[in-house]
């Protein structure tokens, strides 16, 4: 597959083994520390819409039912 009908999925995953081929122990520490350096970026391109939504709903609700517990 060439580069230009890549999606950016892909690419992304296409660079991330080569990097882990290239950098095992640098692949571990990112593993390690994922959670404190990723973004929302990283959340809802790993997800999709119908994934963001789902938690999108799911954070509404919770505030809700913590608006009508607490008033």
Known sequence: MSN???????????????????????NFHDGLNRSEHSNLADLVGGLGWKGTGIILLIIIIALAVLWIFFS
């Open 4 to 26: 230009e009908k890549e999606s950016p999925e892909e690419r992304r995953e296409r660079l991330r083994q080569e990097e882990r081929k290239n950098n095992p122990g640098g």
